[in-house]
């Protein structure tokens, strides 16, 4: 079966603008989170959706947001881009065994690598 | 707050040998789970491992092994006969709701 897929794989955005990220999890999986990855911050946690609502936030800004369709398939956006923005944006998707336990294996997607110039 | 601490950034083996990536952790959690990710250059995140903390056997597979001490809270990995395919950054995390903490990562070089 398909895996996690992103789109798009890289793209280059300037200081100021803004982008979208899109993800498409594995079929029947509800849960996608979202990481994103830095040479300086290493792995960090954005944020995960569960049939359509944020139940977890990372320590992120405000520019940063999300969200999940009713297909599961989810979107991240950030606003007003800075330079530290540039970085891999890795999605996961999980089949939810047990909600709430931890014990959802992650799937991730190859990644969208985003320079901010 | 969880943490996870990593703290061979930088690892080598010649192939076929055996070697052990060291990760330890902090929480004050009884039961949550802990994994190795594995990411080649690709960049694409596979999970090598995972050890569920109210088991006390140690979770194996294939030629990947963990040992885990849980009053130590320590998790290792261990690959035997280590291949060409296992080069990669290794990622020890943490979950214990629907969020993976990540330690700083091992890059592992196997040597032909």
């Known amino acids: 079966k398909a895996g996690v897929t992103q789109t798009p794989r890289y793209l280059i955005k300037t200081r100021g603008q803004q982008v979208t990220l899109s993800c498409s999890p594995i079929s029947g999986h509800r849960s996608v989170s979202w990481y994103q990855q830095t040479p300086g911050q290493g792995l960090q946690f954005l944020f995960e959706?569960?049939?359509?609502?944020?139940?977890n936030k990372g320590n992120f800004p405000g520019r940063f947001s999300g969200r999940q369709f009713s297909n599961s398939r989810s979107e991240m956006n950030v606003s007003t881009l800075e330079l530290g923005d540039s970085a891999l944006y890795l999605c996961?998707?999980?089949?939810?065994?047990?909600?709430?336990?931890?014990?959802?294996?992650?799937?991730f997607g190859a990644g969208s690598r985003l320079t901010v110039l | 707050a969880q943490t996870v601490t990593q703290s061979q950034p930088e690892m080598s083996v010649q192939e076929a040998e055996t070697v052990t990536l060291s990760c330890t952790y902090d929480?004050?959690?009884?039961?949550?789970?802990l994994f190795w990710y594995k990411q080649p250059p690709s960049r694409q995140m596979i999970l090598v491992i995972r050890?569920?903390?109210?088991?006390?056997q140690n979770a194996t597979e294939n030629r990947f092994s963990v040992n885990f001490q849980k009053a130590a809270k320590s998790f290792s990995l261990k690959i035997s006969d280590s291949q060409l395919g296992d080069t990669a950054m290794y990622f020890c995390?943490?979950?214990?709701?629907?969020?993976?903490?990540f330690g700083t990562g091992t890059r592992l070089t196997i040597i032909p």
């Open positions: 050890q569920e903390a109210y088991k006390q």
């Open positions: 996961a998707s999980s089949l939810v065994l047990a909600e709430g336990s931890g014990a959802n294996v992650l799937t």
């Open positions: 929480t004050s959690e009884s039961n949550y789970y």
């Open positions: 995390a943490f979950t214990y709701y629907e969020k993976l903490t």
């Open positions: 959706y569960f049939s359509e609502t944020q139940r």
